[in-house]
């Protein structure tokens, strides 16, 4: 069985750009969560939406912004892309995103701001 | 608010030593606690969680950790490393009904000497 993919695997941007990042969950998992790894520290929570709605948002500005699909794959989407937002960004699903059920990560798309 | 500090950003351990990494929580509520483990250029793959159903949790590839409320720890520890476990480790805390919300610490890098 596929894990979580993302695409793209490696993206360079410049300051002021938008970029989009997807995610394809688990076949049956209906719940997505994004991260971001900013290097030499842990991911840290930005988005989880279930069923296409939001429910949660950690703490990132208005630039983030996220929207689920019907077939539950998920894009991240990042205006006026600043240098401070390079980073590893790692999406996670689970069955339904309730609970203490285990995450699975996909291997993240790296951002490189310039 | 919840939080982890992840004690000794890097670790440094001879094959066949114990592997002993260190991670205190900051909770206001129940704790539910995770550690995963991150190889170079992969998403992060769960290791073990705590839920409160038993202190001492085990987990994949030999590991476990035992949660200690009156030291508000979760160290995670194998008897004898072998040189696959370099890694980079992390240690994250959720809201209980949560896990798609939680929050890392900023890891800990192993590297295992042969």
């Known amino acids: 069985d596929a894990g979580v993919t993302q695409s793209p695997t490696h993206l360079i941007k410049t300051r002021g750009q938008h970029v989009t990042l997807r995610c394809s969950p688990i076949s049956g998992h209906k719940s997505v969560s994004w991260y971001q790894q900013v290097l030499g520290q842990g991911p840290q929570f930005i988005f989880q939406?279930?069923?296409?709605?939001?429910?949660g948002r950690g703490n990132f500005p208005d630039r983030f912004s996220a929207r689920q699909f019907p077939n539950y794959s998920s894009e991240l989407n990042v205006n006026a892309l600043l240098l401070g937002d390079s980073a590893l960004y790692l999406c996670?699903?689970?069955?339904?995103?309730?609970?203490?059920?285990?995450?699975?990560f996909g291997p993240g798309t790296r951002l490189l701001v310039l | 608010a919840q939080s982890v500090t992840q004690l000794g950003s890097h670790v440094s351990v001879s094959e066949g030593a114990l592997v002993l990494l260190r991670c205190n929580y900051s909770?206001?509520?129940?704790?539910?606690l995770f550690w995963y483990v991150q190889y170079p250029n992969q998403g992060l793959q769960l290791l073990l969680k705590?839920?409160?159903?038993?202190?001492l949790v085990k987990g994949i590839n030999g590991f476990e950790a035992e949660f200690k409320k009156s030291e508000t720890s979760f160290h995670l520890t194998k008897p004898s490393a072998h040189m696959s476990d370099a890694a980079e480790y992390f240690c994250a805390v959720s809201p209980n009904t949560n896990a798609g919300k939680s929050t890392f610490g900023d890891g800990t890098t192993l590297t295992v000497k042969p």
């Open positions: 705590y839920t409160s159903a038993a202190t």
């Open positions: 909770s206001s509520v129940p704790p539910y």
């Open positions: 939406y279930y069923e296409k709605e939001e429910r």
């Open positions: 996670a699903s689970s069955p339904s995103g309730q609970g203490l059920e285990t995450q699975y």
